[in-house]
């Protein structure tokens, strides 16, 4: 992510959703390794969750308590939340109150409400001194939020453009430092280093103001605020070394000359073979980055490389169709994820790029995701490899002719024998099984999602401007062929006041299998398919799974001689 992201009709750009609706922030944004390996250790804080999932609270617990024993306090915030509920629930109350006042104190958990009414908790008020100390402690985190907040902004904002300042085009050629950034908090607060229209100042560095309804969306991506172009940078995204900043500002810049770049969804990368030939391309890449992390010689780095690429060649001469929207793709958000991790402060680079690789690797589907993995993969390795790869920034990258071109001089061989070495060098059979269990899910999701919102009575709407922002859950995504994309977690915002209006999909309801919209594939216009709705009150329409609200001249009406509904201006 960890997280939804978002895409934006005008901008094509991207964020990550958070996973675990519990209301805190994470501290970073991929499990941290300390004693042993990160992918154990993501199975023992899975296997925790999934026992409580099941409220099977007493093994929930032993893989808290292994977690934590291999791991101290490295875990997402809402991991910490979440063990101090599984502790409570399994009646270790003075072990819950513990994290929950390590969460409350030190990681400045300040979700009051959620905290109050959280019912697995509730055992743990009898013990009023603490409980109430740690509601105290929370309310004082929501007071001085403001505080904490603009002094942790500064400091981020200040470290990224000192960052910049002292590349000065030595990656790209280009200065990517611009003040255009803002800081997006969630109370609809945005903070700049540039004066803002009505912003206010205590110290005449930083100034903030607040946004009107609708009129910026709240993700990392670029987006015109009151007809200027501005990074924006979610405000739990800033702590992570510079990367997102970074990132976020070579959108700023590349886009500015790249502005017919697609960053659509690829469609055929959720087919199983397609998605095998993925995996094993991940696999070897995070071999050739683990080699390059222990130093070793640029022929054993550049031999996993050539693994990687080998699958790719198979795969994108197969679906040759789609070649260029993919590598465009590629470009855009591939080389703006490795600049961030190239250029932020993160102390090991190689073992960052393997956990993007893990994270994307996860995902339900591969349509979007996969070149957050790619880019910084690729690029971290051809440098590794000392290759003049980086060309200017108007050109699309093609990192497989790139490596041909100038690493072989020579074209990759996809033979029989050099297909089959590579697939024994990379964990073939065991992902080959994997893949083929969640062939058989990915079937029963297609057929679940046709009926839903292809066979049955829909709600359509049409979007008339394209200045609407799609946010969704990019792992959460599931192509339909025939039609187009399925979202099971997504969150539409009409920034110019001409569209139908807002909607979302309820939190906990949006998980691929249970909610769900559809985005039919039209270059001429944008349409969303929902279920018929169960409820209209005024502007408001339910669905069993979403909400829309609706903008002022639109109503509800019926499509003639059939069941079918859709939204149109009165």
Not at 303 to 324: C, F, G, W
Not at 416 to 435: L, S, T
Request: charged share 25%; proline share 2%.
């Amino acid at each position: 992510m960890k997280t939804l992201i978002t895409f934006l009709l005008f901008t094509s750009a991207l964020f990550l959703f958070s996973c675990n609706n519990i209301g805190t922030n994470k501290s970073s944004d991929v499990m941290q390794k300390k004693k042993v390996d990160e992918v154990l250790l993501d199975s023992i804080y899975n296997a925790a969750m999934a026992h409580y999932e099941t409220k099977d609270y007493k093994n929930s617990a032993k893989n808290f308590d292994l977690f934590f024993e291999e791991n101290g306090n490295l875990i997402y915030n809402n991991g910490i939340y979440n063990a101090a509920c599984t502790y409570s629930l399994n009646g270790e109350h003075k072990k819950a109150l513990n994290w929950l006042e390590y969460v409350v104190e030190e990681k400045f958990y300040s979700n009051l409400d959620h905290i109050k009414s959280d019912t697995d908790l509730k055992e743990l008020h009898k013990y009023s001194s603490r409980w109430n100390n740690i509601l105290k402690n929370v309310q004082q985190n929501i007071d001085t939020a403001p505080e904490r907040n603009r002094k942790a902004i500064k400091k981020e904002l200040f470290k990224a453009k000192e960052i910049l300042t002292s590349d000065y085009g030595s990656l790209w050629k280009i200065n990517l430092w611009n003040p255009k950034v803002l800081v997006i908090d969630y109370d609809k607060t945005i903070y700049s280093l540039e004066e803002l229209i009505g912003s206010e100042t205590k110290d005449s560095i930083l100034y903030y103001t607040k946004f009107k309804e609708n009129e910026l969306s709240f993700t990392n991506t670029t987006q015109d605020y009151r007809g200027v172009k501005y990074a924006t940078v979610m405000i739990n995204s800033i702590n992570d070394n510079s990367a997102t900043i970074i990132h976020e500002l070579f959108h700023l810049a590349h886009l500015a000359d790249n502005t017919n770049l697609r960053a659509n969804p690829i469609p055929y990368l959720d087919k199983f073979d397609a998605r095998l030939l993925m995996r094993l391309e991940y696999q070897a890449l995070k071999n050739a980055l683990h080699q390059a992390d222990k130093s070793a010689d640029a022929t054993i780095v550049a031999s996993y490389v050539n693994d990687a690429l080998i699958m790719r060649k198979i795969r994108q001469a197969k679906y040759s169709a789609y070649l260029e929207e993919e590598i465009e793709l590629e470009t855009v958000e591939g080389l703006a994820n490795y600049t961030g991790i190239k250029l932020s402060t993160v102390t090991n680079k190689y073992q960052y790029a393997i956990n993007e690789i893990n994270n994307r690797e996860s995902a339900e589907t591969y349509t979007r995701p996969f070149p957050y993995a790619t880019g910084p993969a690729y690029g971290i390795l051809f440098d590794y490899l000392k290759m003049d790869w980086r060309l200017e920034l108007d050109k699309i990258f093609n990192f497989l002719e790139i490596y041909e071109k100038q690493y072989l001089k020579n074209t990759i061989l996809t033979d029989e024998n050099a297909i089959f070495a590579a697939k024994q060098r990379n964990n073939f059979k065991n992902i080959n099984q994997e893949e083929a269990e969640r062939k058989i899910e990915f079937e029963k999701l297609t057929a679940y999602y046709t009926n839903l919102l292809i066979t049955q009575p829909t709600l359509k709407t049409i979007l008339v401007d394209k200045k609407f922002s799609l946010s969704f859950n990019m792992n959460g995504t599931l192509i339909l062929d025939d039609y187009g994309i399925v979202y099971s977690g997504a969150k539409g915002t009409d920034l110019s006041g001409e569209n139908f209006g807002n909607f979302h999909i309820i939190s906990g309801k949006d998980k691929l299998g249970e909610g769900g919209i559809l985005k039919l594939k039209n270059i001429e216009t944008t349409t969303y398919m929902f279920p018929l709705p169960t409820k209209i009150e005024g502007n408001k329409i339910y669905g069993d799974f979403y909400e829309i609200e609706l903008n002022e001249g639109w109503e509800v009406a019926k499509i003639k001689g059939t069941e079918d509904l859709e939204i149109v201006k009165k």
